[in-house]
Every structure is written in structure tokens, then in C-alpha cells.
């Protein structure tokens, strides 16, 4: 049959493992068949005929090519491998290399197919009614001749013109069913102990590189989760990776996760149950006898409950359960390591089930994982709670350094407002009469005054107000534009002239008016403070916005005192100023407000002696 040789490179090794297999074809014909005979399979209709062409004995070099061409390949190349080298070795049709698949373990979806001396295309079957069902059930099944009668519902075998069949079931450590090898053709198959000891071999082999395969894509979850998580990936992405994840792994599973929030359970991931029993189980109370999460959240232990309508547990919740199919329910709380629940993790499955070792096992690791993307996002919103709480506590000090030029500037049109409020009593007392177009006149200043002093009163309670990070597209100019009226009562007073340069265009960006307005005015407050310590009376501050391709920079040059030496290379961390009565925050804080809406912060020195601030912001 045109048996190619191992490579010399490997021949030691290939002896090596041709013995070991050897030595377990033994094992195998010792212990005999897996099943009883099908009625009308195996002996019937003169199975045992052999034809020219098929194996009676398994012959050395036979199996030394098997182990050979699959020995160096691993995934899906070894199954690949196995089905196109088991259709030659023994001169058949078709091999197939199935696995186990669907919501109840009832498909089988090929792994590997060889037809006709050519791969063949990979379409998931319905188990029921077919030869690869008796497979399953009874570990292997032979049918010598006349398969395709035998089994008139499956149309692959009609559709493939053959005649006779034999698989045999492959399985995990824990025994459970993983799929099947099978090979068929359009003569009559011989049935030898050979044949069936071979494929047995090779089903174990087959077990071994799924599990292997499943494995490594479990690996391959964890480390996609583990890159969301980093990448600050939103919660309900993570969570819905890792259910989808486990549903690949366990077939018949339907996985979710709940978040525990003040003794309730909130909607996590659950995509493959129904909507409508998410929303049911959204914002159940935990306890000691709430289904199985209610209850696995509530004692801080894996509750399993292998058929929900015997379960007092669920007794409650029957009426749900009968309505969606729902029979078992295995759920492990999500705990830290202090022992803080953080939701649960539940499968569920349409008939009743056992977990075994293997499976409570994968479903802990999983949980952990969850545990790790939850405790990520919650540190995250702990953190942004702090810096907001920073920031606010940075503007009242920031606002507290203007809070003299504030005063003066609502003064100003206060007295204004005095003013032609008294002019206008006086006007009206008048015994000759007033004049209306004197009084129209002064009625509008009054208004305008009211105006300006309700203006800076807006814009200084926005300011200090504790932002709820709700962002939005802003108009850059216009957030320029508040910062520098922010500061020109200081600038005003100190005698320093601000000059604006605009884009050439509207240029908009996505972000938090009120952080953006912060970073700005504390760069333009530096400023005001470098120009004052050289005492200059002809201090200068520019403030320019530069459209580049993918960004919007703002720049704020002053010709102040510049950047010490000392303080260069960590000017924006935490407690580093030259002030003396300075926090050593507000560039700090600038930095993460900036970061945290995608852009960068940095300083360079002015050729003017000065600084030269840059605000870089994703442009929209």
C-alpha cells in the first residue's frame, strides 16, 4: 500500500514509541471488545468477509507509519494527519475524526475528514440515527455491509455511496465521551481483532491531543482575558469572553455570571440564556435557599444542584426553570483572596448532570478568572473616585489662589448695580417726571451688570463643583476660551497680558469639560506664578491650539523664570514643586486627566527664557 518510512533522524524515537504502542495493542486484545454487538451489525450479512486491500494483522510498518506522520504534529494537523493515513493504511473511503459537540452532547462536528484520497469539508452532524450514535453509547460499533439500509435517516451515508462502517469512541480521564474515530467504505469491511485494536489505539491517541487542544485554548482564554483587563476593556467584554469560553470547552453548557451589589445579584454575562431569564434574575436577593447562585453567594461555597426540580433549593423558582428547559445548575462564588464575594459563576444545562473533579475544576479556574477582571474594574473606579476627589480638592485650592480677584471682579458690577439702581430712585422722584429713555438706558446697565455677575458665578460654581466624569464633543476653543477668563482677574492684577491664538478652523474633542478646564488653568496659574517670582512688569502669557492630523495640541508659553534643573525629569509627580506653599499636585493631576481622555501631557523650554506647556488630545 505504498508505505513511506520514517525519517532516519527519527528512528530512535519512532522505535521507541512504536514499542510503547505495541505493548498496549496487547493490553487492548487482552481486555476484548468495549460493547455487545449491535443486533444487526457486526456478523450480519457476511461482515466477516475480508477484501483485498484491508489489514488482517497490525503489521510493524504499518504502525510505524502511523506513529510516524503523527508523531511531529500537533492541533489540527494531527487529526488531519491521523484521518488521511488511516484511510490509506487500511484502504478505505473515508476516515473521520469527530468531536463531540452541541447544548446536550447530540452533534458531532468533524475535526478531521479524508475522502476519496482528498480532505473533505468539516460540516456538523445531528448524532441521533446514525451508526456514530451506537458509537457513543456503546464505545464502538461495527456494521460490515449494508450500513446505509441499516440506518436510512442518516443521509451523509447515502450521499457518500458506502456500504460498511466501523467507529469507535474516544474519551476524556474522566471517561466522559470526547468523540469518535471512524472509517468507512464501499466494500465490505473486515472485522479483525487487528482493526479494532488499531483504532482503539488511535482514539486514545485522538483523546489525548483534544484535550491537549482544549488545553491550550483554555491558555488562550486566560491570556485574551488577562490583555482585555490591561487594555482597561469594558467589564461585560471580559465577562462575555470568558462565559463564551467555557461554553466552547463544555459542551451542553449555557454559562453565566452574576455581580453581587448589596446583597443582590446584578446581570453580568449570561449570552446564550434566554433575555427574559436574565431580567428575572436580575437584582435577586441572596440566602440560604435562593436557587443555586442565591445560595453560593449567600454560604461563600460551590453549590451544585444536579436536577433543579427535586431541589429545595429551587423550589421557589420551578415555574421558571419548566418554562426555559433549565434541569441542572452548578455555581461557584466569585471570591478574593480575602474572601469578599464578588458574584457567582454558574453552568447551566438542559438535563439533569454531575460535575466531575475535572469540570468543578475548570469551572473554579474560570471563576478566578472572573474574579480578576471584577477586582481589576472595581480598583479602577476606586481610583477614579480618588483622583476625582483629588482634582476637586486640587481646583478649591487652585480657586482659592484667585479667590481675591474674584471678589473684585463680582464687585465690579455689583457697585454698578448700586449705582444706577440709586440713579434710578432718584430719577423717579424727580417732581417734574422722569425721563423714560434715561431710565431705559440705566435699567440696561443694571441688566448687563447682573449679566456679567451671574456669568462669573457660573463658571466658578462649574469649576469647583465635583464632576460625575460624564464627557461629551467640546468645542476646544471654547474650553481655551473659559480658562483664560478664568485667570484674567489674576493676569488683570498682576499685569500680565494674555494672548489667545485660535485654530484656523473648529476643532472638536471627546472629554470632561470641567477636568480639560482644570488642566488649563492650573498650567496658566504656573505660569502667572513663574512670571512673578523674576518680578517682571511685563509678563506674557500665549496660549496656542495647533490642528495636526490625528490630534488637537494646545500650547501655553510664558516668559517666566523656566524649568529648574532639579525638578525636569519629574515635574509631573506626585509632591513636586518649586512653590513654597505649593501641594505638588496639580500637574500630577493634570497628567492623569489627560491620559485618561487619551492624550499626553508634557514641557519644553520657551525661547523666550520661559515654558512652553503641551496638551495633546485625540481629535474627533
Keep these: 500500500m505504498g508505505i513511506v518510512m520514517a525519517d532516519v533522524s527519527h528512528e530512535h524515537y519512532l522505535r521507541e514509541e512504536v514499542g510503547r504502542l505495541e505493548q498496549r495493542i496487547a493490553e487492548l486484545q487482552q481486555q476484548g471488545p468495549t460493547n455487545e454487538p449491535a443486533a444487526h451489525g457486526e456478523v450480519a450479512n457476511g461482515a466477516n468477509a475480508r477484501h483485498d486491500g484491508a489489514a488482517a494483522d497490525v503489521e510493524p510498518t504499518v504502525l510505524e507509519h502511523l506513529v510516524a506522520v503523527t508523531s511531529s504534529v500537533i492541533g489540527d494537523r494531527f487529526f488531519e494527519a491521523l484521518a488521511e493515513h488511516l484511510a490509506k493504511a487500511f484502504d478505505v473511503r473515508c476516515a473521520f475524526v469527530n468531536e463531540l459537540v452541541g447544548e446536550q452532547a447530540n452533534r458531532l462536528h468533524p475535526l478531521a475528514i479524508w475522502i476519496d484520497g482528498q480532505p473533505g469539508d468539516p460540516q456538523t452532524y445531528d448524532l441521533p440515527h446514525t451508526p456514530c450514535q451506537f458509537v457513543i453509547e456503546r464505545g464502538e460499533f461495527f456494521c460490515g455491509v449494508d450500513v446505509a439500509e441499516q440506518f436510512p435517516n442518516d443521509h451523509m451515508l447515502v450521499e457518500l455511496g458506502v456500504t460498511s462502517y466501523y467507529g469507535v469512541r474516544f474519551a476524556g480521564q474522566d471517561g466522559k465521551p470526547l468523540g469518535n474515530i471512524c472509517i468507512l467504505d464501499g466494500k465490505p469491511l473486515p472485522d479483525t481483532p487487528q482493526l479494532r485494536t488499531l483504532l482503539r489505539l488511535f482514539g486514545e491517541r485522538a483523546a489525548q491531543e483534544l484535550q491537549r487542544k482544549q488545553a491550550e485554548d483554555q491558555q488562550r482564554t486566560h491570556n485574551e482575558v488577562l490583555e482585555q483587563i490591561v487594555h482597561c476593556k469594558p467589564l461585560a467584554q471580559i465577562l462575555e469572553t470568558i462565559v463564551r469560553a467555557i461554553e466552547r470547552q463544555m459542551p451542553g453548557a449555557k454559562a453565566s455570571v452574576l455581580l453581587l451589589e448589596d446583597k443582590q445579584l446584578r446581570h453580568g454575562a449570561a449570552p446564550s440564556l434566554p433575555v427574559e431569564y436574565n431580567q428575572l434574575v436580575d437584582g435577586l436577593e441572596i440566602g440560604p435557599a435562593v436557587g443555586s447562585c442565591g445560595t453560593a453567594a449567600y454560604e461563600k461555597r460551590s453549590?451544585?444542584?444536579?436536577?433543579?426540580?427535586?431541589?429545595?433549593?429551587?423550589?421557589?423558582?420551578?415555574?421558571?426553570?419548566?418554562?426555559?428547559?433549565?434541569?441542572?445548575?452548578?455555581?461557584?462564588?466569585?471570591?478574593?483572596?480575602?474572601?469578599?464575594?464578588?458574584?457567582?459563576?454558574?453552568?447551566?444545562?438542559?438535563?439533569?448532570?454531575?460535575?466531575?473533579?475535572?469540570?468543578?475544576?475548570?469551572?473554579?479556574?474560570?471563576?478566578?478568572?472572573?474574579?480578576?477582571?471584577?477586582?481589576?474594574?472595581?480598583?479602577?473606579?476606586?481610583?477614579?473616585?480618588?483622583?476625582?476627589?483629588?482634582?476637586?480638592?486640587?481646583?478649591?485650592?487652585?480657586?482659592?489662589?484667585?479667590?481675591?480677584?474674584?471678589?473684585?471682579?463680582?464687585?465690579?458690577?455689583?457697585?454698578?448695580?448700586?449705582?444706577?439702581?440709586?440713579?434710578?430712585?432718584?430719577?423717579?422722584?424727580?417732581?417734574?417726571?422722569?425721563?423714560?429713555?434715561?431710565?431705559?438706558?440705566?435699567?440696561?446697565?443694571?441688566?448687563?451688570?447682573?449679566?456679567?455677575?451671574?456669568?462669573?458665578?457660573?463658571?466658578?460654581?462649574?469649576?469647583?463643583?465635583?464632576?460625575?466624569?460624564?464627557?461629551?464633543?467640546?468645542?476646544?476653543?471654547?474650553?481655551?476660551?473659559?480658562?483664560?477668563?478664568?485667570?484674567?482677574?489674576?493676569?488683570?492684577?498682576?499685569?500680565?497680558?494674555?494672548?489667545?491664538?485660535p485654530p484656523a478652523r473648529a476643532v472638536h474633542c471627546l472629554g470632561n469639560r470641567v477636568q480639560l478646564e482644570q488642566v488649563l488653568l492650573n498650567i496658566l496659574v504656573n505660569g502667572c506664578d513663574a512670571i512673578g517670582q523674576l518680578g517682571r512688569n511685563s509678563g506674557r502669557l500665549v496660549v496656542m491650539v495647533e490642528i495636526q492630523a490625528d490630534a488637537v495640541e494646545i500650547v501655553v508659553e510664558d516668559n517666566g523664570s523656566g524649568i529648574a534643573e532639579e525638578v525636569r525629569e519629574s515635574l509631573f509627580d506626585p509632591f513636586v514643586t518649586t512653590k513654597v506653599d505649593g501641594m505638588g499636585m496639580g500637574l500630577a493631576i493634570s497628567r492623569s486627566i489627560v491620559e485618561d481622555h487619551g492624550g499626553r501631557i508634557w514641557a519644553s523650554d520657551s525661547s523666550t527664557g520661559g515654558t512652553q506647556f503641551h496638551v495633546s488630545l485625540p481629535v474627533q
Design 303 to 501: 453549590v451544585v444542584v444536579s436536577d433543579v426540580l427535586v431541589d429545595a433549593k429551587w423550589a421557589p423558582f420551578l415555574d421558571v426553570v419548566n418554562r426555559f428547559g433549565l434541569r441542572a445548575c452548578w455555581s461557584q462564588p466569585i471570591l478574593t483572596e480575602g474572601g469578599k464575594v464578588l458574584g457567582t459563576f454558574a453552568l447551566y444545562y438542559a438535563e439533569p448532570r454531575t460535575p466531575c473533579d475535572e469540570e468543578l475544576s475548570t469551572v473554579s479556574s474560570f471563576a478566578s478568572l472572573a474574579c480578576l477582571a471584577i477586582e481589576r474594574k472595581r480598583t479602577d473606579e476606586a481610583l477614579k473616585l480618588r483622583d476625582s476627589e483629588l482634582a476637586h480638592v486640587s481646583r478649591l485650592a487652585m480657586l482659592g489662589e484667585v479667590v481675591a480677584e474674584l471678589t473684585h471682579e463680582v464687585n465690579q458690577p455689583l457697585y454698578t448695580i448700586t449705582n444706577f439702581a440709586r440713579a434710578c430712585i432718584n430719577e423717579t422722584a424727580k417732581p417734574e417726571g422722569f425721563s423714560q429713555e434715561t431710565l431705559q438706558s440705566w435699567l440696561g446697565q443694571i441688566q448687563e451688570a447682573c449679566n456679567r455677575a451671574s456669568d462669573i458665578l457660573r463658571s466658578t460654581t462649574e469649576f469647583v463643583r465635583r464632576d460625575d466624569q460624564d464627557r461629551a464633543l467640546l468645542d476646544v476653543e471654547e474650553i481655551v476660551n473659559q480658562a483664560v477668563e478664568l485667570i484674567s482677574w489674576r493676569a488683570s492684577r498682576d499685569q500680565i497680558e494674555i494672548a489667545f491664538q
